[in-house]
């Protein structure tokens, strides 16, 4: 089975500084692609960055940037300059090359001022 | 664009009665994904669809959970009959489907509740 694990429930952050969110997975599979996706107090979710796993290039994405360590089934997120805007829940998600996706469990990130 | 639309936003219901969640999938989508997220089990996905074929439903939790896609622009989850432990915020969402890879885009979700 495939599992995708934040092992980080909550996090806090002052505002311009920089927090990283952890996230790891198991998989058996060579071909596939991960995600973080935002889902702010509205609920919707968001995209914040994509990765795919034949990439060795870190995918960044203006203030996101991810570190992809494929052997160490590792997909963290660094949010740099942190914003007010960025307080919301975080997931890591895992996709199969047929689009099946999965989520981990979420982070929850406050921005503080 | 008008995104991934969702009917309704909220939904009250008693248990036993029947429930109907819609989804309208981005124009030109081909993958068209249900998920469920409760506070316990976090975002779950119950069914997907590639071209209107249900693809994997392993994820609908039992019998009285069933979705069709009558054609590209719509597509309906039904609860029947509902209980309490149904309540959720429910998503749709829906991708391009080809290449693989694609992000998936969220509609805004029905919060359900089954009192």
């Known amino acids: 089975a495939q599992t995708v694990t934040q092992s980080q429930p909550e996090m806090s952050v002052q505002e311009a500084e920089t927090v990283t969110l952890s996230c790891t997975y198991d998989t058996s599979e060579s071909n596939y692609y991960l995600f973080w996706y935002k889902q702010p107090p509205s609920r919707q979710m968001i995209l914040v960055i994509r990765q795919e796993a034949y990439k060795q290039q870190n995918a960044t994405e203006n203030r996101f940037s991810v570190n992809f360590q494929k052997a160490a089934k590792s997909f963290s997120l660094k949010i740099s300059d942190s914003q007010l805007g960025d307080t919301a829940m975080y997931f890591c998600?895992?996709?199969?090359?047929?689009?099946?996706?999965?989520f981990g469990a979420g982070t929850r990130l406050t921005v503080k001022p | 664009d008008a995104g991934v639309i969702q009917s309704p936003r909220h939904e009250v219901t008693e248990m036993g009665q029947e429930v109907t969640l819609r989804c309208k999938p981005i124009?030109?989508?081909?993958?068209l994904f249900w998920y469920r997220q409760t506070m316990m089990r976090g975002l779950e996905l119950l069914i997907y669809?590639?071209?209107?074929?249900?693809?994997?439903d392993s994820g609908m939790p039992e019998d009285r959970f069933s979705a069709k896609m009558p054609n590209a622009s719509f597509s309906t989850l039904k609860i029947q009959p509902s209980e309490p432990r149904d309540s959720a915020v429910y998503f749709c969402a829906s991708s391009p489907g080809f290449p693989p890879g694609y992000e998936q885009y969220f509609g805004p979700g029905t919060r359900l509740t089954v009192t």
């Open positions: 124009s030109g989508h081909n993958s």
């Open positions: 998600a895992f996709m199969f090359d047929n689009n099946d996706m999965r």
């Open positions: 669809f590639n071209n209107n074929v249900p693809i994997d």
